[in-house]
C-alpha cells in the first residue's frame, strides 16, 4: 500500500509596483509602473518555469506593493496562469491585496469574476492625520467606499489592515480606529505595530530626532487594548498581529489560511521579485531587483 501523501502548499506572488512608496515600508516596490509590461512578461514565464512542482495549492496571495495599481485584466491574467502551470485546489482562498485610492466598484466585480474569492484592505487608520504621517495615498473617505464596495461587490471574506504605534497616536484615537472597523463587519482584522525597518524615510527621522516614537510600555497598552478590544467584538487572536471573526455558531472563524502557513512551517512558493519560498528543508529568495528578475543584469 503506498505511502504517499497530498503535500498542501501556499502560492504568493509579489506585485512590485507603487503610486507612492510609504513613509515605513520596507517591502520592495518601485513606482516607475512604465514597467508593468516588462514585469507581467517576467512573471508569466516565471509562473510556467515554477509550475513544475508537485504540491497542491490551497491557497493563492497576490501582494506587494499594490497589486490594485495593475489593471483587473492584468489579475485575472495572472490568475489564469497560475491554475494553469499549478495545481490548485478548486475551493482555493485566492487573496488580492488592494489600496482603497486604486480601486472603483468595477474593478473589484472583475477581481470577483476572475476569481478572488478574499480581499485584504490596507485601510490603516480612519484618520487624516495618521494617513498623512503615514505617507498613504488614500483618505478616510476613499477607505470607506472601498469597504461598501467590496461588498457590494459580493465579497463574504475582507480582511482590513490598521496599524498602531504612531506617535501622535493615544488610547482614544487608536480604539476609535478599531471601533470604525469593527462597524464595518470585516471578517479579518490585522494590527500591525508600526515598525523602524532600517532604511526607510520613517527610520532616518527617527535617528535624525524629526520623529519620536511612543515608549514600549505604551505601545504594551495600546496592544492590550486592541486585544480587549476585538475580544469583546467577537474576534479570536489567533496569530500575533491577526484577529479572525467567529461564525455565528462559534465554531469556526475567518483565520487567513494563507498567512497560517508562515507559522505552521506549511510549504510555500513566492514570485515575483523579493518574494521568498519555504520547501523543507530549504528557504531561499528572489533578487529584490526588476532587472534581475528581467535577467538583466546580477
Known amino acids: 500500500m503506498s505511502t504517499d501523501r497530498e503535500i498542501i502548499g501556499g502560492l504568493y506572488i509579489h506585485i512590485p509596483f507603487c503610486i507612492k512608496k510609504c513613509f515605513y515600508c520596507d517591502f520592495f516596490s518601485i513606482t516607475d509602473l512604465s514597467q508593468q509590461g516588462s514585469f507581467l512578461a517576467s512573471l508569466k514565464r516565471e509562473i510556467q518555469l515554477a509550475g513544475q512542482n508537485p504540491l497542491t495549492f490551497d491557497t493563492l496571495y497576490i501582494g506587494g506593493g499594490t497589486p490594485s495599481v495593475l489593471a483587473p485584466e492584468a489579475i485575472g491574467q495572472i490568475i489564469a496562469a497560475a491554475f494553469r502551470h499549478f495545481n490548485i485546489g478548486p475551493d482555493a482562498e ?66 482590513l489592515d490598521l496599524i498602531y504605534g504612531l506617535p501622535q497616536q493615544d488610547e482614544k484615537n487608536w480604539l476609535d480606529d478599531l471601533e470604525r472597523a469593527v462597524q464595518i463587519s470585516p471578517e479579518h482584522l490585522s494590527c500591525y505595530l508600526l515598525t523602524r525597518e532600517s532604511g526607510t524615510p520613517l527610520d532616518r527621522h527617527v535617528r535624525s530626532g524629526r520623529v519620536r516614537l511612543p515608549a514600549e510600555d505604551s505601545l504594551k497598552i495600546l ?76
Open 94 to 159: 485566492i487573496t488580492l491585496e488592494i489600496n482603497p485610492a486604486t480601486v472603483t466598484l468595477e474593478d473589484l466585480k472583475m477581481y470577483r469574476n476572475f476569481g478572488v474569492n478574499r480581499l485584504n484592505i490596507g485601510v490603516q487608520s480612519f484618520h487624516e492625520e495618521n494617513l498623512r504621517f503615514l505617507g498613504r495615498i488614500h483618505s478616510k473617505s476613499e477607505a470607506l467606499a472601498s469597504l461598501d464596495w467590496a461588498q457590494q461587490a459580493g465579497f463574504d471574506n475582507i480582511g
Open 223 to 298: 496592544f492590550e487594548i486592541t486585544v480587549n478590544c476585538m475580544i469583546n467584538h467577537n474576534f479570536l487572536h489567533y496569530e500575533i498581529s491577526n484577529f479572525a471573526h467567529k461564525t455565528k455558531d462559534g465554531r469556526d472563524c475567518w483565520k487567513s489560511m494563507h498567512n497560517l502557513k508562515y507559522w505552521s512551517f506549511a510549504p510555500y512558493i513566492g514570485l515575483g521579485p523579493s518574494a521568498h519560498s519555504y520547501l523543507e528543508p530549504v528557504r531561499y529568495w528572489n533578487h529584490r531587483s526588476l532587472l534581475v528578475f528581467h535577467g538583466q543584469g546580477v
